[in-house]
Structure formats: structure tokens, C-alpha cells
């Protein structure tokens, strides 16, 4: 996973003050009888415990959604073109819903997007922003889609992008596996969850003093 090339797979480190984004968990990806499934079980179980642990530390929690309605269509159409099984993501359907294994709580937002960052068209920017955030941790799917996109999209807004591996997943192994090299390479820290539940133990403990 680590880069051996000059000038390339430095550290970013973990900064003071993280976030949790959990993107497109939804029944769309998860659920295996979706055009749109991923083999995401282990995933599941990982983001579960990323999630107990950043609501112990009362860090901000954001989940994302992809849902379209009727007015949506055109704006993305040129994405539902290159995906037509994007239109599955119908708003109002089940599948548009965060996997209930995950549920956010009534105090965590769910954004809803069009494309495959979890920034673009959103306020994810100025949500980070306000609550003085510096470092996101990114979890979900998928690894080579919404992930690197939310992950490139982080380091250019700023922020420390930190991807648990084993907390993001993709249709297909060897996209997930390049995806997951070339962030490390350029774009943000890629991590075992273990690490990342240390960190947060940490920032716990900072804030407690």
C-alpha cells in the first residue's frame, strides 16, 4: 500500500480537531439484491465501531445520500447517462435510505448529493468549517468512485483526508486496492480502522483535560 517513489506517499498526520463522513452507506449499495450493491459486510462491522467511537469523543458526524428526484434529472444527466443505474437512487425509495445497521442519529446530517463527491453541491465544506475541523476521516463506498472523489475534494478544501481501508469498499478488488494506492500516494493517509479508533482515543482524551 505504501509508496516507494520519490516525492510521493508522505504522511499528512492527523490533525486536532476530525470529522467522520460515512459516504453513501445507503440500502442502494449495501443490500445485495441492488443494482448498485458493493460487498460491504466487513465494511459494515468497521464503520460501526468508527462510528461508536466518534460519538463517545462528540465529534461531527456526517453521513451522505445519492437520491434523485424528478427536478434532479437534468441536472445530472450527464452522469445518469455514463450510470443509467443511478436512477435506481430514486428519492423516496428505500434505496436512498442509510443502511439501518448504521442509522444516524437525529442530530447528524444526512447530505444529499448528485454526483460522486460528497462535497460537490453540498454544504459539507461550511458544515467542517464551522465546527473548526482539520482533519476527515472518510469511510463508505465506493473506494474508486464517492470515497476518492470526497477524498480529493477534502485535501483541496483544506482539510487532512484519513481513509480506514478496511471501512471503504468497491464493486471490484482491484479498483478498490488502485484506488486505495493512489490516495496514499497523493491525496490523504490510508490506515487500518484500528489507528484511526486509536486517534480518536486520543483526541478523547485531549478533550477531557
Known amino acids: 500500500m505504501r509508496m516507494h517513489i520519490e516525492g ?8 486536532r480537531r476530525p470529522a467522520l463522513v460515512v459516504v453513501d452507506m445507503t440500502l442502494g449499495f449495501t443490500a445485495q439484491d441492488s443494482p448498485l450493491a458493493c ?12 462510528l461508536r467511537s466518534a460519538r463517545e469523543v ?38 436512498a435510505d442509510v443502511d439501518p445497521r448504521i442509522s444516524p442519529l437525529a442530530s447528524e446530517p444526512v447530505l444529499n ?15 467542517l468549517t ?7 476521516i472518510v469511510c463508505g463506498a465506493s473506494t474508486s468512485g464517492c470515497v476518492r472523489a470526497t477524498v480529493v475534494d477534502a485535501l483541496q478544501h483544506g482539510f487532512r483526508p484519513i481513509v480506514p481501508h478496511d ?17 496514499d500516494a497523493k491525496y490523504g493517509d490510508v490506515v487500518p480502522t ?7 482515543e486520543e483526541v478523547g482524551a485531549a478533550h477531557a483535560r
Open 39 to 50: 460487498d460491504l459486510e466487513g465494511q459494515v462491522a468497521n464503520i460501526q465501531r468508527l
Open 167 to 183: 471501512a471503504v469498499g468497491d464493486r471490484n478488488q482491484r479498483a478498490h486496492e488502485a484506488n486505495l494506492y493512489d490516495i
Open 8 to 15: 510521493f506517499g508522505g504522511r499528512g498526520g492527523f490533525g
Open 58 to 95: 462528540g465529534i461531527p458526524v456526517v453521513f451522505t445520500t445519492v437520491a434523485y428526484k424528478e427536478s434532479d434529472k437534468l441536472t445530472a444527466a450527464a452522469f445518469i447517462d455514463k450510470v443509467p443505474a443511478l436512477l435506481t437512487l430514486e428519492a423516496g425509495s428505500r434505496w
Open 113 to 127: 448529493k448528485l454526483f460522486a463527491s460528497a462535497f460537490f453541491g453540498t454544504p459539507l465544506s461550511s458544515l
Open 194 to 200: 484500528k489507528d484511526v479508533l486509536k486517534y480518536l
Open 130 to 136: 464551522a465546527a473548526g475541523v482539520d482533519t476527515l
